[in-house]
């Protein structure tokens, strides 16, 4: 049931986050027999639709409720006038997605428009009824769901995080590629076409000046937030001074958290954009150049709080990848309230693989929560393997059930690679997998596809991942956007995506 593939969830959706969906119910514009059954059949699928969406939690635009108050003779909409009094409507109240009632025949004239006007994805909905003739609308692109309820719902976080995404930007802090990974290179107008309202570039120096402002002032809010870290049980394990390899100091934990806040400052700054999802290439200019590693952003920045306050989820990736930020971005849009999972495809063996980001990923995966207080007793941030200095942020992954995937290009064509692994307790046997990096976070996956036909088509080093099953929730978006899944889980699937790439 697709309720309790949502009972992970563990914060309510704010108004922000809620899915707007419009719900229409068109009905015969012409006097027959049956009128008066006719349109209290259309009401009652109507209302059982309209209580499904919202018992979800999703706000719910019914243009008609105010048109029809205590119906006598007609509940659908019948004429141009009204369809277009709720196309306005629901334009007017931001509908991010459109249910249109087809509980029985009604002229395409009525319905087109409709979609038209309204400009956004659109889903005919029909009851698993004989006695009435609905499913006979064919005109624009649009899903049909009969009788499916569950469908329906995912279909509707699906389209709504689409629309929602078409309105929405992303920032590129230090631009694309890092290390010269080749898999990172994008084509940014071609994503603008298909998933992202608009994708913005700024250099790393925006950050270190803020930061570097905060440092040389002793700004209290660094304080604040090492101080949040140690109240809240993270353990923080300093290296010796006299040590033969220094990396994480108390001053270079306050470096990183000047860092952080100065990324929150100048997204804050940014109050015309709605930036949902931020990549930093940290490799060379931070890690080297600057001298102290990046990591406390792609901890921090995806997770709703910090010492400051509630917080708002901020996707984050590194390296400058954006088609794994764009996954990530879409992962939280179908699932609001949960931060998404980032990092790399790091070790393939026999029974699992393990994804690990080289410093950080989201903290909510170090219990699978919200609460600052459940996760940091979980965290340890210690000094990092590589770079000039730095503090890496480590976990265990929870085990369950995990969406992991990325968009990938090939040839300019884009995929989503989309599947549900399973994820076992990170053990110490798992963990002597990892000799390097062992102190970074670390899920342990497995899929029905052995690891040796995975790496077969995997498009690049990094992974995007949430709680629970959502694919079919994003397999919708993609539907919306053009964009063919491949499922990651089904071993057919890989195979034959396998020879049709060889071909491309």
């Known amino acids: 049931m697709l309720n309790a593939r949502y009972s992970v969830l563990s914060a309510k959706e704010s108004p922000m986050s809620q899915p707007i969906i419009g719900i229409v119910s068109v009905t015969d514009p012409r006097p027959t027999a049956l009128a008066r059954e006719r349109e209290e059949y259309y009401e009652a699928q109507h209302n059982a639709l309209k209580a499904r969406l919202e018992a979800e ?8 409720a105010e048109m029809r108050p205590g119906w006598t003779d007609i509940f659908g909409m019948r004429t141009l006038g009204e369809i277009r009094h709720c196309a306005s409507r629901l334009k007017a109240e931001g509908a991010e997605a459109l249910f249109v ?99 913005l570039e700024e250099g790393q120096y925006y950050l270190i000046k803020r930061a570097e402002r905060m440092l040389a002032q002793s700004d209290p809010r660094i304080d604040r937030f090492v101080a949040w870290l140690k109240d809240n049980g993270c353990r923080i394990a300093f290296d010796d001074p006299a040590g033969e390899r220094v990396m994480l100091t108390p001053d270079i934990l306050r470096r990183q958290a000047a ?19 931020v990549s930093i290439k940290c490799q060379n200019e931070l890690s080297e150049d600057w001298g102290c590693t990046g990591c406390f952003l792609p901890a921090f920045l995806p997770f709703p709080e910090d010492s400051e306050g509630p917080q708002r989820v901020i996707s984050t990736t590194c390296e ?19 931060p998404s999972l980032f990092g790399d495809f790091k070790h393939a063996g ?17 219990g699978n929560s919200t609460d600052p207080a459940r996760v940091l007793p979980n965290v340890r941030i210690e000094g990092q393997c590589h770079c000039a200095s730095g503090g890496a ?30 994820a076992r307790e990170v053990t110490d046997e798992v963990k ?6 062992n102190m970074w976070p670390h899920h342990a996956l497995s899929m029905e596809t052995p690891s040796d036909r995975l790496v077969k088509v995997l498009g690049g080093n990094h992974f995007a991942g949430t709680v629970g099953d959502v694919t079919a929730e994003v397999a919708f978006a993609c ?24 071909l491309m």
């Not at 631009?175 to 309202?197: F, N």
């Open 259 to 277: 860092l952080y806040l100065a990324a929150r400052q100048r997204l804050a700054e940014l109050p015309d954009y709605d930036i949902i999802g």
């Open 57 to 64: 939690g999703m706000k719910v635009i019914d243009p008609g």
């Open 101 to 199: 009632g087809v509980w029985h025949w009604t002229e395409p004239g009525l319905t087109t428009p409709l979609v038209l006007e309204t400009g956004v994805p659109t889903c005919l909905f029909i009851e698993r009824n004989t006695g009435w003739a609905g499913y006979c609308e064919v005109a624009l692109r649009h899903e049909r769901i009969r009788g499916d309820y569950d469908e329906a719902v995912a279909w509707a976080r699906g389209a709504s995080a689409y629309s929602r995404l078409r309105k929405q930007q992303v920032m590129l802090w230090g631009a694309s590629y890092s290390l010269t990974m080749e898999h990172l290179r994008d084509d940014p107008p071609h994503l603008k076409c298909l998933v992202i309202g608009d994708i």
């Open 320 to 338: 400058g990848d954006l088609k794994t930020l764009l996954t990530a971005c879409l992962f939280n849009a179908v699932r609001p309230g949960v």
């Open 393 to 422: 942020v480590g976990w265990d992954g929870v085990p369950g059930a995990y969406t992991v995937g990325r968009l990938v290009r090939i040839k300019g064509d884009y995929f989503m690679q989309l599947g549900v692994a399973d």
């Open 432 to 437: 002597a997998n990892a000799i390097f990096g």
């Open 479 to 502: 539907r919306q956007a053009g964009i063919p899944v491949v499922r990651l889980d089904n071993p057919a699937e890989v195979d034959a995506f396998y020879e049709r790439i060889a």
């Open 350 to 366: 026999d029974e699992y693989f393990l994804i690990s980001n080289c410093g950080a990923a989201s903290i909510y995966y170090a």
